[in-house]
């Protein structure tokens, strides 16, 4: 997902601290894109920050370190694959997955190869977590600024494409000041293609089994090529 997995940026109440390092000679937030073996030491970290972000608002995501661990390994494996971390000191604050679509689970393709389009023109980003006094400070932007580029760098791929969350306007869980993020990946240069869509199954927080969820994708042309017709398939 970015599995749809973006979620508002916020002030928060160390967006100031964050600003002020970020113009000054202190420690500032860092961002680097890692792939490979280069993951390896980092994945605890990365576990554990997805693990407290996906747990909030859309995602409700109730996981466990262990999988995560072994889902991370994905990202390792994968010759295309790319992370980009947020790092505050020594501290992982943040990071986005993107890799070749076709190199995802059948599940995110599928619905692209229904529809005749070719999965080796389309580089997946996959899911964006980022803790939440972190948020408001850029870093989403440069999310996506990063992952265009290491698509670019290690791919010929035509499109990038996300997937995001579909939940009930009254969904119990979901917070009163909730705003989506169709604006900020608006500007971003994505478009949304409503019924183009996958599903994917986790449990939710205070859920005993997993759930089938829905989720649609996001289209941006990387090449200029023109976007794919939402009419056709």
Not at 62 to 79: I, K
Not at 160 to 166: E, G, L, R
Not at 198 to 218: I, N, P, Q
Request: charged share 25%.
């Amino acid at each position: 997902m970015e599995q749809g997995r973006h979620l508002a940026f916020s002030r928060s109440p160390q967006y100031a601290r964050i600003m002020s390092q970020t113009s000054s000679s202190s420690p500032s937030l860092r961002i680097e894109t890692l792939s490979g073996e280069a993951l390896v030491p980092v994945l605890p970290a990365l576990a554990r920050l997805r693990l407290s972000v996906f747990r909030t608002w859309p995602y409700l995501y109730d996981g466990d370190q262990a999988y995560e661990q072994r889902y991370l390994q994905t990202y390792v494996r994968s010759p295309g694959a790319g992370v980009v971390l947020a790092w505050d000191g020594a501290r992982a604050v943040g990071a986005s997955t993107c890799l070749p679509m076709v190199e995802e689970e059948e599940n995110v393709s599928e619905p692209f190869r229904k529809r005749g389009w070719d999965p080796a023109r389309f580089f997946y980003f996959g899911e964006s977590v980022l803790l939440p006094e972190y948020r408001g400070c850029g870093v989403g932007v440069a999310f996506f600024r990063e992952r265009e580029a290491h698509a670019k760098r290690v791919s010929n791929c035509d499109y990038a494409t996300f997937c995001s969350v579909k939940r009930p306007e009254n969904h119990p869980s979901r917070p009163a000041d909730w705003v989506p993020l169709h604006e900020f990946w608006t500007r971003r240069g994505f478009t949304p293609f409503p019924s183009l869509t996958c599903r994917m199954s986790w449990k939710d927080v205070g859920e005993a089994e997993e759930t089938e969820k829905e989720l649609t994708f996001w289209i941006k042309s990387l090449s200029g090529a023109p976007l794919p017709e939402e009419s056709k398939g």
